[in-house]
């Protein structure tokens, strides 16, 4: 399989400011990342919040430039492209944002946020937009009627429909959908991810799934990256990372999934700050089995296909089947310590 999107060395890092505007450090978001995903793919990209995957898919989609790496985008590195050739690409990559409010325009209809992009990339002669807008909605479910209305006047599922469609417009190779359903209800997300599922197989998209939630990823990524602190921990065929974690972390995630099958120590502890990451492996602080090394080197990442970057990779018992069931109330808690975020840096405003 040709890669239709090569990562290599990413480094992202924000700049935090005191009280009186100097410069005081830097929160690592993305340190070192290198992936590629194959054309036609579904990869996800999983972890707690604020362990960079945002930042990751603005890079990948060259939305904010890398401090050093490079992205390779159907051969062409996006990062030393004129302005001219890179607003010609954009057409190929679309985002998904969370909160389709964000990407819809309240003052537009529905027929103008849809055709906004076919008119900025010239997809179809003026006198066929309105039938090209036609079919994109009812290729994400929604009757053409509906394209003289406003966003407001949508649910929240419907409103991500629009927002799916206005990202198809331009006939996209890649779309990252940054937590594309997160906001949705649990009934509206399942309906909105077989959609997208149906959509990545009918219009062979390659597709990044950026998520939190292990439970959304199950249904439709080929491939899992799990994220800690920057980082990349764990990487492979979704069924080799989801079924047979190698990662102290990867297992722990996995664990606080209601009804997954597996069973991991609990992880003590709150995630480190993106601002001073812990040296050595940065899981150490929190990870059970952390022993001298985990504390000097940070380990690398081992051969693909299944990619894990662990000290004691080999040497940890297989993760084993989940032998009681936990009760409500623990299940619950382990969910909020595991998915919890982190809280607002002092300094640094979330975007
Ligand atoms: N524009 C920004 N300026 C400063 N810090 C940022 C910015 N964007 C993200 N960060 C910080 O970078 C880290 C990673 O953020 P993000 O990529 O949004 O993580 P995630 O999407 O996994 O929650 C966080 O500590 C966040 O506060
Ligand atoms: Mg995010």
């Known amino acids: 399989m040709t890669a239709l999107l090569e990562l290599d060395g990413l480094v992202k890092r924000f700049p935090v400011r005191d009280a009186l505007g100097r410069r005081a450090g830097a929160v690592h978001a993305v340190d070192g990342v290198s992936l ?57 990559m679309q985002l998904i944002l969370q909160d389709p409010f964000a990407s819809l325009d309240p003052r537009m209809t529905v027929e103008q946020a849809v055709a906004e992009p076919l008119r900025l990339h010239r997809i179809v002669p003026r006198d066929q937009e309105r039938a090209e807008v036609a079919g994109l909605l009812s290729r994400v479910g929604l009757r053409p009627e509906l394209a003289r209305r ?51 197989r009918d219009l062979g998209l390659t597709f990044v799934l950026i998520s939190h939630d292990l439970g959304v990823v199950r249904h439709v990524a080929d491939r899992v990256a799990v994220m800690y602190l920057g980082r990349i921990v764990e990487e492979g065929p979704a069924e080799a990372v989801l079924s047979a974690p190698r990662h102290p972390y990867t297992r722990a995630l996995l664990a606080a999934v209601p009804g997954h099958g597996t069973k991991a120590p609990p992880i003590d502890g709150d995630v480190p700050s993106p601002i001073a990451p812990p040296p050595g492996c940065r899981f150490h602080t929190r990870c059970p089995f952390a022993e001298a090394a985990c504390r000097e080197a940070a380990p690398a990442l081992t051969a693909p296909p299944h990619r894990v970057a662990c000290h004691l990779d080999g040497r940890l018992p297989p993760a084993a089947p989940r032998a009681e069931r936990l009760a409500g109330g623990e299940r619950l808690k382990r969910l909020q310590s595991f998915f919890r975020a982190p809280g607002p840096q002092p300094g640094v405003p979330r975007p």
């Open 36 to 92: 590629s995903v194959a054309q036609g793919e579904v990869l996800a990209i999983v972890g707690e919040s604020g362990c960079g995957k945002s930042t990751l898919g603005r890079l990948m989609l060259n939305l904010i430039t890398p401090d050093a790496g490079s992205v390779r985008f159907g051969g062409d590195d996006l990062v030393k492209l004129s302005p001219a050739a890179l607003r010609a690409k954009r057409r190929d």
């Open 150 to 200: 406003w966003p407001h006047e949508f649910s929240g599922g419907q409103r991500q429909r629009v927002a799916i469609a206005r990202a198809l417009a331009s006939r996209p190779k890649l779309i990252v959908g940054d937590e594309p359903v997160s906001a949705l209800d649990v009934s509206v997300q399942a309906q909105v991810v077989n959609l997208l599922g149906d959509l990545i």
